[in-house]
């Protein structure tokens, strides 16, 4: 059986491991983002995209209506289009809920961990006020945000 001491952690580790975990959770925060802005992206085109192919079609129905196979194209251009822009955003969608759950739980073990860091480790003022801020910008839950 271990005895206590191989319990506890070095002294200023469990702080040094406590920033390797905020730092890696502004990694994946910074990914959260960019599959944020990703979504918003795709979907600005492809609703772009379709409504461009769609207005096509019905000119091309308007003003040439004996070129069924030009609107037919049009029209199924447009479709595909919706498929992959939905498929894209499916996928960006799943990146994006696991980023969040990884920031979510890395933001929780943070908030638990730090007054325990705290006080074995003496924590200046600062360097807890620092901290609490950098925490304080993750989500709190899968939901927020």
Same mark, same amino acid.
């Given at each position: 059986?271990? &005895?206590?001491?191989?319990?506890?952690?070095?002294?200023? #580790?469990?702080?040094?491991?406590?920033?390797?975990?905020?730092?890696?959770?502004?990694? @994946?925060?910074?990914?959260? &983002?960019?599959?944020?802005?990703?979504? /918003?992206?795709? #979907?600005?085109?492809?609703? @772009?995209?379709?409504?461009?192919?769609?207005?096509?079609?019905?000119?091309?129905?308007?003003?040439?209506?004996?070129?069924?196979?030009?609107?037919?194209?049009?029209?199924?251009?447009?479709?595909?289009?919706?498929?992959?822009?939905?498929?894209?955003? @499916? /996928?960006?969608?799943?990146? #994006?809920?696991?980023?969040? #759950?990884?920031?979510?739980?890395?933001?929780?073990?943070?908030?638990?961990?730090?007054?325990?860091?705290?006080?074995?480790?003496?924590?200046?003022?600062?360097?807890?006020?620092?901290?609490?801020?950098?925490?304080?910008?993750?989500?709190?839950?899968?939901?927020?945000?």
């Amino acid at each position: 059986m271990a &005895d206590e001491s191989t319990w506890s952690a070095e002294p200023g #580790r469990l702080g040094a491991e406590l920033e390797d975990a905020l730092t890696h959770a502004e990694h @994946a925060l910074e990914g959260l &983002d960019r599959a944020e802005s990703r979504m /918003q992206t795709v #979907r600005l085109i492809g609703l @772009a995209l379709i409504v461009l192919l769609a207005a096509a079609t019905v000119v091309t129905w308007a003003f040439a209506p004996g070129n069924v196979a030009a609107g037919v194209l049009l029209a199924g251009l447009a479709g595909m289009s919706a498929v992959l822009v939905a498929r894209d955003y @499916a /996928q960006t969608k799943s990146t #994006r809920e696991r980023e969040r #759950r990884a920031v979510v739980q890395l933001s929780r073990l943070a908030r638990d961990l730090l007054p325990v860091v705290v006080e074995q480790e003496a924590w200046s003022e600062l360097r807890h006020v620092t901290t609490r801020a950098r925490i304080a910008r993750f989500p709190i839950s899968e939901r927020s945000r």
